[in-house]
């Protein structure tokens, strides 16, 4: 990884080489595609007659299901060659491919052969299919990890922008130009250019350089899956990522036949709602890394399907019931209609929190998955997302076929995507756990972090930290990477309310020895196994939580958990709770609902670690008394 400065945005990367060149090679990859599709796609639904007696209707589907065909075929093994090969040396490989396929496509045009320029949509499709694991696994090998967010957050920027952008050229290339093999020259010059960028992207090594290559697409494509089912949160997030681009897909498929018989719209107007939706997509993907403090934040996953079920089902609301007069329209008549605006609106943010939900997936996806597997993982992704797609277009079609109008079609899927979520929540907590806490440090209060840096990202330890307010973990947990054991006191985990967030966070009760020895020895024991399996734990030495601000004396049960199980503990102290709703200051907690307003200002300050021979409770109270400082 490159030593070059830590840039002060997402925006920064833009200039750095072990990124830029890549972002152009990528989006030059993605325009082209889109470019030679959509001109292809107009070609065949005003000129079929002149080309074939399929009727137009078949030939798109047929032209989208030929594009889809080669993530089936070949994914497996773009994985294998992505996981085996330099990254950079197969991106310049795929170009050269793209180049070549350009010339198919206009030999095609100039023959007037149908059957030619399908083929060259069949190797467009192969082209995509074998940079798709270059394209998500190369990141985490130029970039750092608070880096992540910000990259990922451009890719997918670039993508739904060169979707549009390569959309709208390829639709004006068939329709304006003279002949339409100027589409295909096009898409040649725009190869070449991607060609010339990925000269520049920096060497990526092979994690697995002597990986023998299975050419078995049914068994690899298998074992590609198994991979991402070892880790069950990965593979919950692919299905998270596929379950979105089935949604989304199904909402852009629709928008044509949408504009013109439910909008009254005429051809441009298309284009609109094709904007509106890539600004918000656009604009969520970059609030990602504001939001999230330039690390992966999946607590904005819950976040971003709570919007796509919320606006999808008023966008059923918010669609006209009947087609206005003088239809179809012009933009700008169309925009002098009032509930035009509000289903503007409704798309983009559709697309706000579609970025907000995509973008930290496929970075969990990059951080969670084994680095010499990651590519063949990744890999699996593109071919379930595909097979979602499939599915959801199929689906689709049959309700629509049955006399289901687009509206009722889109709430349909918002309700199923409300459901598809609850789902996968409900089996990794983590994702909700992490939405609780970022909520509570987003609207509660404002955090400040100091030091976190010092939590490690891998491996055992031990936090220590004093004890203000109920939702202590919580806030330790917002500023924290990876998932906390916390042992707390056993009434505490057994409040009403809360009690629901402390046992999804698999927090561990405990009980004074004189009130329940059985139930002290199964803790200390859990925290064993816990630290044994390579787990952080989370300890309020005091023992309870402060009726008068000041600290109680550290308990030695620390002693007994460093003295059995050696691990560092990292030393934190909460500032500003005191006095806050969830605090004891005055009386009994949660008795005076805001106490102190919204946004009120706290810290987390985190020091460096203490070895386990060292950590006496009395040395632990003063250098988290030393971190915390006067402000309580």
């Known amino acids: 990884m490159s030593s ?16 830029a060149p ?14 030679f599709k959509n001109a292809l796609v107009v070609l065949l639904t005003f000129h079929a007659a002149s080309w074939t007696t399929l009727a137009p209707e078949v030939l798109t589907n047929l032209a989208a299901g030929i594009f889809i065909v080669p993530f089936f075929l070949f994914s497996a093994t773009a994985g294998q060659l992505a996981d085996k090969y330099d990254k950079s040396k197969l991106a310049r490989l795929v170009k050269v491919l793209e180049m070549l396929i350009m010339g198919v496509a206009a030999l095609g045009f100039f023959m007037h052969s149908l059957t030619v320029l399908l083929g060259a949509l069949f190797l467009l499709g192969l082209h995509s ?16 990890e608070d880096e ?22 390829g639709g004006l290339l068939a329709g304006a130009a003279g002949h339409p093999s100027w589409g295909a020259f096009a898409g040649l010059l725009v190869a070449a250019a991607g060609f010339l960028a990925s000269f520049s992207i920096p060497a990526a090594p092979p994690p697995v350089p002597d990986l023998a290559v299975n050419l078995n697409p049914v068994s690899e494509t298998w074992r590609n899956i198994g991979f991402a089912r070892q880790n069950r949160t990965v593979f919950l997030s692919i299905l998270g990522i596929s379950w979105f681009w089935l949604y989304g897909a199904l909402f852009l498929a ?12 005429n051809e441009t107007s298309v284009t609109l709602l094709l904007a509106t939706f890539t600004v918000g997509i656009g604009l969520g993907s970059m609030l990602c890394e504001k939001l999230s403090g330039q690390h992966v934040e999946i607590g904005l996953v819950p976040f971003g399907s709570i919007g796509l079920t919320l606006f999808g089902l008023d966008l059923v609301f918010a669609s006209p019931a009947s087609l206005p007069a003088g239809a179809p329209l012009a933009i700008g008549s169309l925009l002098g209609l009032h509930q035009t605006w509000r289903v503007l609106f409704d798309l983009f943010a559709l697309g706000l929190f579609g970025g907000f939900f995509i973008v930290p997936l496929y970075v969990l996806i990059q951080l969670r998955s084994a680095p010499e597997q990651r590519a063949r993982i990744i890999a699996a992704n593109n071919i379930l997302n595909a097979l979602f797609m499939v599915v959801g277009a199929i689906v689709a079609a049959g309700m629509l076929g049955n006399g289901l109008t687009i509206p009722l079609l889109f709430g349909i899927a918002a309700l199923c995507n409300a459901l598809v979520a609850v789902y996968i929540y409900t089996l990794v907590p983590e994702f909700m756990l992490r939405f609780v806490a970022w909520l509570l440090i987003h609207s509660i209060y404002r955090l400040e972090q100091k030091g976190i840096e010092h939590i490690p990202l891998e491996g055992p330890a031990v936090l ?31 409040m009403p309310l809360i009690s629901f967030i402390f046992r999804h966070m698999r927090a561990i009760p405990i009980a004074p020895a004189r009130e329940d020895p059985v139930m002290m020895e199964a803790a200390f024991a859990e925290v064993a196994r816990a630290l044994a399996e ?43 709770l005191w006095g806050s709703f969830f605090s004891r200051k005055d009386g009994p907690a949660m008795s005076k609902p805001l106490r102190r307003g919204l946004f009120s200002k706290i810290g987390l300050v985190a020091g460096a670690p203490v070895a386990p021979q060292a950590a006496t409770p009395e040395y632990l109270q003063a250098l988290v008394a030393e971190l915390r400082g006067d402000w309580k």
Do not use: W
């Open 534 to 576: 390579g787990e952080l734990v989370g300890i309020f030495p005091e023992g309870r939580i402060t009726d008068n601000g000041e600290f109680y004396p550290f308990r030695p049960g620390i002693q007994r958990i460093v003295g059995q199980t050696p691990v560092p503990v990292i030393p934190l102290a909460l500032r500003g």
């Open 4 to 19: 070059e400065s830590t840039p002060h945005s997402q925006f920064a990367l833009l200039k750095t080489r072990r990124f």
């Open 129 to 144: 299919t074998l940079f798709g694991p270059v394209k998500y696994a190369i990141l985490p090998q130029h970039l750092r």
């Open 148 to 169: 992540l967010v910000g990259g990922n957050a451009l890719v997918e920027t670039g993508t739904f922008v060169a979707i549009l952008v390569g959309t709208l050229a």
């Open 254 to 265: 629709q928008f044509p036949v949408y504009a013109k018989n439910v909008l009254g719209g």
């Open 464 to 494: 220590i930290c004093n004890h203000v307010s109920f939702v202590d973990p919580l806030v330790i947990s917002s500023a924290c990477r990876r998932p906390i054991r916390f042992v707390m006191d056993h009434r505490i985990f057994r």
């Open 22 to 35: 890549f972002f152009v090679t990528q989006f030059l990859g993605a325009f082209n595609d889109n470019l």
